[in-house]
């Protein structure tokens, strides 16, 4: 069985979005793929009462325990990285995770590792994407996801949603727009990806 692993900080509407189309489209027998964990870095992430709620295994490794360590950033990916690897995933998915990972976490899941971002990147890395984006009267919006390499927001695009940025949109409404979008491409990206790997 090829393990699933997501990542989450939020809601995790993606998440739940990935876990039901795996259950709706039978992605056990389709691709021997499943999603086995959701590990977020905050105890207060309403994704995880879904991932329970689905029998998942809902894990938090928080990022705050770390803020003494002499390299935060590092201790707490490699705490991360110990409790991701008791499911031996084949895929590692970031689904509204919004940490910056350090080199060493990248390579360790490199080639198995995708982030969904809410912009049609490589337009808009970082943050506050759809205020960047009516700031710059763009006229179409959307989301990317793509692997993960070293450079935040820039690994090798395997998929692109776009909804058009309508008059009056504010940040709010552009990103339910997206969001909406975000998940049908990554449950969409994933099965794609479950066949290649
Ligand atoms: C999504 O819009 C995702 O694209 C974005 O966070 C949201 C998470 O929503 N990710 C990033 O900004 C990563 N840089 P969700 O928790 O409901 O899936």
Redesign the pocket.
């Known amino acids: 069985m090829k393990n699933i692993v997501i990542l989450?900080?939020?809601?995790?509407?993606?998440?739940a979005a990935i876990v039901r189309t795996s259950l709706r489209d039978d992605w056990a027998r389709r691709f021997g793929a499943k999603v086995v964990a959701v590990v977020s870095n905050k105890a207060t992430a309403g994704?995880l009462d879904f991932a329970r709620a689905q029998g998942l295994a809902a894990e938090v490794v928080e990022h705050k325990a770390f803020a003494d360590a002499a390299d935060p950033r590092a201790a707490f990916d490699a705490q991360l990285a110990q409790v991701i690897d008791r499911y031996e995933p084949a895929l590692l998915v970031?689904?509204?995770?919004?940490r910056i990972l350090t080199p060493g976490f990248v390579e360790r899941y490199a080639g198995r590792m995708v982030?969904?971002?809410?912009s049609l990147l490589p337009a808009f890395a970082g943050?506050d994407?759809y205020q960047r984006a009516l700031d710059a009267g763009c006229c179409f919006a959307g989301?990317t996801v793509h692997q993960v390499t070293a450079e935040l927001?820039h690994g090798p695009i395997l998929g692109q949603a776009v909804v058009p940025v309508l008059p009056g949109d504010t940040a709010q409404t552009l990103?339910a727009r997206?969001?909406t979008q975000?998940h049908l491409l990554y449950p969409r990206v994933i099965a794609d990806l479950l066949q290649k790997i």
């Open positions: 989450i900080s939020g809601g995790g509407s993606n998440m994704g970031l689904a509204g995770f919004m982030n969904i971002h809410p943050l994407t989301a927001d990103a997206v969001l975000e």
